[in-house]
């Protein structure tokens, strides 16, 4: 959902939107077999590694907005008032998205934003944002004149593998620490691709932005794929 046009989203519709969307859940070819049987039961996974946009924001969302200087509507009731207590979280939903579902189902705590946990994140990090495209936001900020909407926020894909690459050194030293405790993790990509059409409409023609199509996909791809090590 992009920054410029938000709405309460009610859980359920949340749920219903991201089966839609397929927001999917990526895993090494090496590691599918495991990550199939942790997922029916055969063994919970250590911690959840989550990237996106507001469907997935679990808190990062403020932050963001607080270094833009924008106002946050998910800042204040009625966001967060069925599942935490009225209390506003950052996320773009009156309750829980299905990410926070997932981490439950799998005996984890909810998975906390990146930039704003003061706390381990031995169990997981979320590093997606609300209003994050695939592509980089500079792609869309093309001829901008000075003062120009500052939508979409540098926020992409690419910028929240950045910030997974920067937590990496407090998790594990060597390769093979890397490689083991990542192994009992589970990757979540969720949706990209949305913001990067909003943001388009009204700025660019319709054959402009099915040009761009094949390297949205191309990004969304390989970042879904990029491996731990």
């Given at each position: 959902?992009g920054?410029?046009g938000r709405r309460?989203?009610?859980?359920a519709f949340v749920?219903a939107?991201?089966v839609?969307?397929?927001?999917?859940?990526?895993?090494?070819s090496?590691?599918?077999?495991?990550?199939?049987a942790?997922l029916?039961?055969?063994?919970?996974?250590?911690s959840i590694?989550?990237?996106?946009d507001?469907?997935?924001?679990?808190?990062?969302?403020?932050?963001?907005f607080?270094?833009?200087d924008?106002?946050?509507?998910?800042?204040?009731p009625p966001?967060?008032m069925?599942?935490f207590g009225?209390l506003?979280?950052?996320?773009n939903?009156?309750?829980r998205l299905?990410i926070?579902?997932i981490?439950?189902?799998?005996?984890l705590?909810?998975v906390p934003?990146?930039?704003?946990h003061?706390?381990?994140?031995?169990?997981?990090?979320n590093?997606?944002v609300?209003?994050?495209?695939?592509l980089?936001?500079?792609?869309f900020?093309?001829?901008d004149?000075p003062?120009?909407?500052?939508?979409?926020?540098?926020?992409?894909l690419?910028?929240q593998?950045?910030w997974f690459?920067?937590?990496k050194?407090s998790?594990?030293e060597t390769?093979?620490?890397?490689?083991d405790f990542f192994?009992?993790?589970?990757?979540f990509?969720?949706?990209?691709?949305?913001?990067?059409?909003q943001?388009?409409f009204?700025?660019?023609s319709?054959?402009?932005?099915?040009?761009f199509v094949?390297?949205l996909i191309?990004?969304?791809?390989?970042?879904?794929?990029a491996?731990?090590?």
């Amino acid at each position: 959902m992009g920054g410029g046009g938000r709405r309460l989203v009610p859980a359920a519709f949340v749920v219903a939107a991201l089966v839609l969307v397929v927001a999917a859940v990526f895993v090494s070819s090496a590691e599918a077999e495991t990550a199939a049987a942790s997922l029916r039961g055969g063994g919970p996974f250590d911690s959840i590694f989550a990237f996106g946009d507001s469907f997935t924001d679990t808190g990062n969302n403020p932050v963001v907005f607080g270094w833009y200087d924008i106002f946050d509507v998910v800042m204040r009731p009625p966001y967060g008032m069925t599942f935490f207590g009225g209390l506003p979280t950052g996320r773009n939903c009156n309750g829980r998205l299905v990410i926070d579902f997932i981490a439950q189902g799998l005996g984890l705590p909810l998975v906390p934003p990146y930039l704003s946990h003061k706390g381990s994140f031995r169990q997981g990090a979320n590093f997606a944002v609300g209003s994050a495209t695939g592509l980089n936001s500079s792609f869309f900020h093309i001829g901008d004149a000075p003062g120009a909407n500052p939508f979409p926020l540098n926020i992409s894909l690419e910028v929240q593998l950045g910030w997974f690459e920067e937590l990496k050194p407090s998790l594990c030293e060597t390769d093979q620490e890397c490689k083991d405790f990542f192994g009992r993790s589970l990757f979540f990509v969720g949706e990209f691709g949305i913001n990067d059409y909003q943001y388009s409409f009204g700025k660019k023609s319709m054959q402009e932005i099915r040009a761009f199509v094949p390297d949205l996909i191309q990004t969304i791809s390989k970042g879904a794929e990029a491996r731990a090590l």
